[in-house]
């Protein structure tokens, strides 16, 4: 097993809100704000805000990038810059599908999104320290009614601003070198 990543840079730009983590020894840092469709114009420069509050130089070690599900645009402009910064940095880039990044607090629960016309996409997780341990059912596509009848009385997290933390978390734990993006 190798030696954790001394800065780590999560991003997800898979839903309405424009998500950023960093961690480094000592610190971590998260933001997670509205910007509709905005993410290409804004994700640079909130990118280097972050790491200009944290007092750190602009690289990271390792990037933890959402999949989605989301709108097409958004997923590709997260994935496309991570992949970028990546190359440049020299960094590996892990994919963790965005639903993780809904999780709150501890153990089972449920989490979905939006996805129109009466479905969400969702999945069940157990988490612990704040991030998925293990799933319970992988994220899909379900009508709201088959989903609610599937997860009973859990809690259940639905259409959340990603938690950059969490999402971040999650890639550390088990973010995928080989990932896809997942569209709503």
Known sequence: MTAPAQVVLALDTATPYLTLALRWEGGELASSREVGRAHAEELPAAT???FAEAGLPFRADLIVIGTGPGSYTGVRVGASYALGLGRVWGAAVRGVPTLEGLVRGENAQAVSLDARKGNVYGAVYE???????SVRHAPQKFSLEDFQALIGPLPHQQDLAPDGLALLEAGLRHGQQEWAL???
């Open 48 to 50: 280097r805000q972050l």
């Open 127 to 133: 988490v612990r320290g704040g991030a998925v341990e």
């Open 182 to 184: 997942a569209y709503l």
